[in-house]
């Protein structure tokens, strides 16, 4: 009775999960994301892809992203001009990460009218059926600002995405719908750092999107602060290859699996 009424409380907050993911990474990495929010949480995630697939889930979807032919031929050029400089710190493969979550986050409030935005990295698990009542719960406080976002309270680091709730509203359109095509037409190099985070921070600090930061809001501090908050009870963000060894929460995959 708990996780029922749990799970209609997110959907009470007309809340939708989404991902974005390639079709070699869903393999590797998303598919126990999907199968993990279906298990644990009992509802879909709507995963946008460059790829064309077709597998089916109970309650996930595909959708193929129309801008994939603009975001790839620019990651394609990027990568021609900063891959010997850039993968030191592993720019050119995580360009291909954040150009398509902007791209993602662009479309889908483009394609729905209603519905907030709960955005998860795709190399994220949900670890416990009390899922929906705890990231309900934690995101609730946002749903009177365009975006719910962790950005890092006094820390040098910038903000943290892969959890990231967007409201469904005409400026969150005309903004993300923006900042995709400040990305496409390469306006973004004097960021401090060329990631969707700086990208979403620079729109918060030209008031062109007003936030909650999860960190202030809930006195949040460390680098790492999805699992300084109550979320670390029910979400884990594998962080992909890209951490590799470097990251302990590689070792917890295989319990949660």
Known sequence: MVYLEARRRILSLDVQLVTTSSKNFFEDNGMQLVQSVENKMGRGVLIYSEDQMEAEFQYSRFR????????????????????DKMQFMHYTQRMDKWIFKIAAISQYLKDFNHGNLLFLDADCVIKSKRACESI????????????GIFRRYRTFMHPESGFLFIRNSRVTREVFNDLLEQVLQWKFLDLPSWTDDSLIDRAIL???????????????????????????????????????KYSHLKDFFGRYK
């Open 64 to 83: 193929h992203l129309e801008n994939a032919p603009k975001v790839l031929s620019f990651v394609t050029e990027f990568r021609g001009k900063y891959q």
């Open 136 to 147: 309900s719960k934690f995101i609730e406080p946002a749903l009177q600002y365009d975006l």
């Open 206 to 244: 030209e008031n062109r999107l007003h936030a909650l930061d999860f960190c202030e809001f809930y006195g949040l501090t460390s680098g790492n602060p999805v699992y300084e908050s109550s979320l670390r009870s029910v979400l884990l963000h594998l962080k992909g290859n890209r951490k590799g």
